[in-house]
């Protein structure tokens, strides 16, 4: 079992930079991918960032290609997404999300461990 915890969201003006962070405990093999999904006041959840717990690829959905850089660190297991030029259509609620493969991962709308979701709210 993998449990995920996600902190750092909060309200920021646009134009403006959060750090989001994903504390991850349980048993994570080398082969899994760590992401990030959002969810705006209603929309579906779309997929946002991956990276490979080993280290290495990593993935972006175009709206955010260039502003967000997702990251690990695994000495402490956490899971990163630094955010910088958050335009007010980036408001969502955000979940760091693990599946076994990053080819899922970027794929799936359902992966098999979530967080609880942090909000990220940007003002105009």
């Known amino acids: 079992q993998v449990q995920l915890v996600e902190s750092g969201g909060g309200l920021v003006q646009a134009g403006g930079s959060l750090r989001l962070s994903c504390a991850v405990s349980?048993?994570?093999?080398?082969?899994?991918?760590m992401g990030w999904f959002r969810q705006a006041p209603g929309k579906e959840r779309e997929f946002v960032a991956a990276i490979r717990w080993s280290g290495g690829d990593t993935y972006y959905a175009d709206s955010v290609k260039g502003r967000f850089t997702i990251s690990r660190d695994n000495a402490e297991d956490t899971v990163y997404m630094q955010m910088n030029s958050l335009k007010t259509e980036d408001t969502a609620v955000y979940y760091c999300a693990a599946e076994r493969t990053l080819n899922i991962l970027k794929t799936t709308t359902t992966p098999i461990y979530w967080g609880q979701g942090t909000q990220v709210t940007v003002s105009s």
């Open positions: 349980g048993r994570i093999f080398a082969t899994y991918a």
